[in-house]
Every structure is written in C-alpha cells, then in structure tokens.
Nanobody, 132 residues
Framework: QVQLVESGGGLVQAGGSLRLSCVAS????????MGWFRQAPGKEREFVAA????????YYADFVKGRFTISRGTTDNTVYLQMNSLKPEDTAGYYC?????????????????????????WGQGTQVTVSS
C-alpha cells in the first residue's frame, strides 16, 4: 500500500549538513506515522527520529537531539530529515519507515516510535558518510 524511496545522502565533512527526503507513494500517506532509522556496517539498526501522522508530535534519539529535525511536506507525500552538525559517527545507511495511524494504535511516546517493530513499510536506504 505504501512504497518509500529515500534520497539526499552523500559525503560530507564533519560539521556539515545534509537533508534526507523520503518520498511515499500509495493511498492515505497522510495517515501514516513516519520514522527514520540508521544502520552502520556490522551494527544493529537504530532509531533516529519519528513524526506522527499529523506532524504534531516528533521524537528523537538522544544522540541527534538539537542536530536533526524531522518534518513533513505540506502535501504529506514527503518526509524530511534535516541533519546538521554531522559527526563521523553519524555515518550509516539511513532508512525511512511508515506505519498506519489507526484508532487502536498500540502505543505512544518515544518508546513506541523508536521500536522498529512498529513499522510496516521500509525504504531501501540512502548512504550518509561523514568524514573527519
């Protein structure tokens, strides 16, 4: 029902910025909460940021607070991750994920949105490499 395609990754020096985009196709995209995760080689996938289906609530991992901002486009077909003050340890593949909003949504808050098992749809990822 939903397909996600990430873009915007690349090579940047430490302290620089990148903006990642996740373009969604499919019906009722505006009714989906969205998250960003990242995974470095040999590492587990970890939560980065998430936004509610309405855009009214956002959640961030501690290691990106104050540096990254997640937002929705006005047409609700694109989700962005603005990444500032990038560090070498931010180097990873970045993936967007989506889950349908529903009346019986199983959880709320950071612990809910940071759980990768919450999400039903995943993009293929975009690589972010931060040099020293």
């Amino acid at each position: 029902q939903v397909q996600l395609v990430e873009s915007g990754g690349g090579l940047v020096q430490a302290g620089g910025s990148l903006r990642l985009s996740c373009v969604a196709s499919g019906r009722a995209f505006g009714d989906y909460a969205m998250g960003w995760f990242r995974q470095a080689p040999g590492k587990e996938r970890e939560f980065v940021a998430a936004i509610s289906w309405s855009g009214g609530s956002t959640y961030y991992a501690d290691f990106v607070k104050g540096r990254f901002t997640i937002s929705r486009g006005t047409t609700d077909n694109t989700v962005y991750l603005q990444m500032n003050s990038l560090k070498p340890e931010d180097t990873a593949g970045y993936y967007c994920a989506a889950v349908a909003a529903r009346a019986d949504f199983p959880c709320s808050g950071y612990g809910c949105y940071a759980n990768p098992d919450l999400y039903d749809y995943w993009g293929q990822g975009t690589q972010v490499t931060v040099s020293s």
